[in-house]
T-cell receptor, first 109, second 114 residues
Framework: DAKTTQPPSMDCAEGRAANLPCNHSTISGNEYVYWYRQIHSQGPQYIIHGLKNNETNEMASLIITEDRKSSTLILPHATLRDTAVYYCIVGNQGGKLIFGQGTELSVKP | KAGVTQTPRYLIKTRGQQVTLSCSPI?????VSWYQQTPGQGLQFLFE???????NKGNFPGRFSGRQFSNSRSEMNVSTLELGDSALYLCASRPDPGPARGAFFGQGTRLTVV
């Protein structure tokens, strides 16, 4: 079973920051937090991952709380092309990803 | 760099037949994982291969099998197809099996069993 809890859906205005929350209260010390997204009918796309520290790349920022029980994915300037299902996954075996239901993000003009 | 390539993209098979799907990972990537996606069950892990060895296996019946070749290309096979095997089958590759790596997915093979 997935070890994460995400809201089923969220809306965001185009150009604004999208903040997607994820709870993972049972995460263990050696487990990473991974974020992927899936645009309809395409394969999932890797976004970012982190262990303890906050991470940033060209796509997004990942903020992990100090107790590591929750995290937030931030898309700084959402566009219509960011409309997708976003999956938060925790684990320590990057090749074995346990997907939950994810958050369906709708970016609206 | 070319992405993960899966062939064929679409496939229609009859119940009872078997099917083989192919995955070519990103050049230099040696870890390959397979997933099944259905509307009812979502994305489910099938198995992971590294250096021609299966490292992890999901909770699927023995009809589902896979292998990896020395060039890291991978195939998965489903025997005695059932209607419920209709799904999008996705392959993902990573440079190595360590946890600190993102996985890069192909576009998938859409299998329809009739």
């Amino acid at each position: 079973d997935a070890k994460t809890t995400q809201p089923p859906s969220m809306d965001c205005a185009e150009g604004r920051a999208a903040n997607l929350p994820c709870n993972h209260s049972t995460i263990s010390g050696n487990e990473y937090v991974y974020w992927y997204r899936q645009i309809h009918s395409q394969g999932p796309q890797y976004i970012i991952h982190g262990l303890k520290n906050n991470e940033t790349n060209e796509m997004a920022s990942l903020i992990i709380t100090e107790d590591r029980k929750s995290s937030t994915l931030i898309l700084p300037h959402a566009t219509l092309r960011d409309t997708a299902v976003y999956y938060c996954i925790v684990g320590n075996q990057g090749g074995k990803l346990i997907f939950g239901q994810g958050t369906e993000l709708s970016v609206k003009p | 760099k070319a992405g993960v390539t899966q062939t064929p993209r679409y496939l229609i098979k009859t119940r009872g037949q078997q099917v083989t799907l192919s995955c070519s990972p990103i050049s230099g990537h040696r870890s390959v994982s397979w997933y099944q996606q259905t509307p009812g069950q979502g994305l489910q892990f099938l198995f992971e291969y590294f250096s021609e060895t299966q490292r992890n296996k999901g909770n699927f019946p023995g009809r589902f099998s896979g292998r990896q070749f020395s060039n890291s290309r991978s195939e998965m096979n489903v025997s005695t197809l059932e209607l419920g095997d209709s799904a999008l089958y996705l392959c993902a590759s990573r440079p190595d099996p360590g946890p600190a790596r993102g996985a890069f997915f192909g576009q998938g093979t859409r299998l329809t069993v009739v």
